[in-house]
């Protein structure tokens, strides 16, 4: 697995996040084929790296629920 540079991008607070400040989750937009997706609350904590088309299942099944 290659290492991802992810100290250029630009973060942004997921609409899906506790509008409360609770469970905020952040997302990079424009890396293509890729959703880079960390925890606001501890950013260091690491970052998950979803490819596109998990992503787009993830979302969907939340969509459902």
């Not at 630009?10 to 952040?26: A, I, M, Q, V």
């Not at 260091?44 to 979803?50: E, H, I, P």
Request: overall charge neutral; some cysteine.
């Amino acid at each position: 697995m290659r290492a991802i540079d992810l100290s250029h991008v630009t973060w942004r607070k997921s609409s899906y996040s506790n509008p409360d400040g609770g469970e905020c989750l952040e997302v990079a937009d424009h890396i293509p084929a890729l959703v880079p997706v960390r925890d606001s609350k501890a950013p260091a904590r690491g970052t998950l790296v979803f490819g596109d088309a998990a992503w787009s299942t993830f979302l969907g099944a939340v969509k459902a629920n």
